[in-house]
């Protein structure tokens, strides 16, 4: 997890400065899905096997979408 996020603080470091804009995240959701046909191979689980999905929105300037990241994760791999 410590590792996840140092990685996640660089991505958002590097974006602000790359885009050169105040930045924040607006949302951060998780939930259970069901993994499907693109996503199941990737992760090397069946189709229907459960999944964590991770959704984070990041907002810019006076509130427009800047980055909407979205990750599946194995819930035996991935601790919260």
């Known amino acids: ?16 400065e790359t ?3 105040p930045m924040w995240e607006d949302q951060h959701s998780i939930e259970a899905v069901a993994a499907d046909v693109p996503v199941a191979p990737l992760l090397g689980v069946p189709v229907g096997a459960p999944l964590l999905h991770l959704t984070r929105l990041y907002l ?6 800047a980055v909407h990241f ?11």
């Open 70 to 80: 979205r990750s599946f994760y194995r819930p035996d791999r991935y601790y919260y």
């Open 1 to 16: 997890l410590q590792i996840r996020r140092i990685l996640m603080d660089r991505i958002e470091r590097g974006l602000r």
């Open 60 to 65: 810019r300037g006076m509130g427009d979408m």
């Open 19 to 21: 885009l050169r804009v």
